[in-house]
């Protein structure tokens, strides 16, 4: 089952320039969240610019 959520403009485009050939989205955000434990409500996104 899949969901849809909805991000801004600029939080998409941050998210797209991190996306790795032939990765998926949820991928992409797994990665950038340090693949987080189902259970993790709050989740940091990490940044190369950290």
């Known amino acids: 089952m899949s969901k849809s ?3 801004s403009e600029s939080f998409h ?3 797209k ?3 790795r050939d032939g990765e998926t989205m949820e991928a992409t955000l797994r990665r ?4 987080p434990d189902l259970d993790t409500t709050t989740v940091r ?4 610019a950290d």
């Not at 996104?45 to 190369?48: A, D, E, G, K, W």
């Open 45 to 48: 996104i990490h940044s190369s």
């Open 5 to 7: 959520i909805r991000v």
């Open 13 to 15: 485009a941050f998210i």
């Open 17 to 19: 320039s991190h996306n």
């Open 32 to 35: 950038l969240t340090g693949h």
